[in-house]
């Protein structure tokens, strides 16, 4: 149990779908992250939500829209996807603030395949 | 520019072996954090060790070290004693300032560990 629980674990979506990528944790965290993992690509920081509110937008595509209803669910509602956006998405949780040596906790992701 | 480069995209290791995954980062602070993560193929990303800027003394967790050389930029990882489940991605990671939301990710090194 990693802290941080992804569903779904895989999904395959055509591009005319709309579907939502769900988050949780239960660490008491009040920053949680979505993150894109490509192949052969760094990680790409897609959204930040800091005390529920979005702090930081790395100019993702109006077609990813991300929620946080309170500080332990985060979503990412995708629809008109297109077949680049195939993936592995990572969503992450970290405590505000002064960091000292917390990293992120990270959830094991949703495998997403656009077709 | 890249902030964080991982030049070694794959690595082989024999079981019992140490192996060093190579790590250099860019930064015009003077407070940041370096991190590494391990991926297996499951897909979580697990934190493993982290050295901060202004940290005199190597990180060591277990079998894991950071060979830290400011001056040269660089934040290598050192696993000894290599063991089959060690075989997975090796992330390095770093977080610029004391309280910014955003890590910056490498490429990531592939680590397969050979009975």
């Known amino acids: 149990e990693t802290g941080v629980t992804q569903t779904p674990r895989h999904l395959v979506m055509g591009m005319t779908n709309k579907k939502s990528l769900k988050c949780e944790q239960h660490?008491?965290?009040?920053?949680m992250y979505w993150y894109k993992q490509s192949a052969k690509k760094p990680l790409e920081l897609m959204f930040v939500?800091?005390?529920?509110?979005?702090?930081e937008n790395n100019s993702v595509p109006s077609r990813f829209s991300p929620e946080c209803p309170n500080s332990s669910h985060l979503f990412l509602h995708l629809h008109t996807l297109q077949p680049e956006d195939s993936a592995l998405y990572l969503c992450?949780?970290?405590?505000?603030?002064?960091?000292?040596?917390?990293?992120?906790?990270f959830g094991s992701g949703t495998r997403l395949t656009v077709v | 520019a890249q902030k964080i480069t991982q030049t070694q995209p794959g690595m082989f290791v024999q079981e019992k072996e140490a192996v060093t995954l190579d790590c250099t980062y860019d930064?015009?602070?003077?407070?940041?954090?370096l991190f590494w993560y391990k991926q297996p193929s499951s897909g979580e990303m697990i934190f493993l060790i982290y050295?901060?800027?202004?940290?005199?003394q190597n990180a060591t967790e277990g079998r894991y070290s950071l060979n830290f050389q400011k001056a040269r930029k660089s934040a290598n990882l050192v696993i000894s004693a290599s063991q089959l489940g060690d075989s997975a991605m090796y992330f390095c990671?770093?977080?610029?300032?004391?309280?910014?939301?955003?890590?910056?990710f490498g490429t990531g090194t592939s680590l397969t560990v050979i009975p």
């Open positions: 660490l008491g965290h009040n920053a």
């Open positions: 050295q901060g800027s202004y940290d005199e």
């Open positions: 990671a770093m977080r610029e300032g004391e309280t910014g939301n955003q890590f910056y």
């Open positions: 939500y800091s005390l529920e509110e979005r702090v």
């Open positions: 992450a949780s970290s405590p505000t603030g002064a960091w000292g040596t917390y990293g992120y906790t």
């Open positions: 930064t015009s602070d003077q407070s940041y954090g």
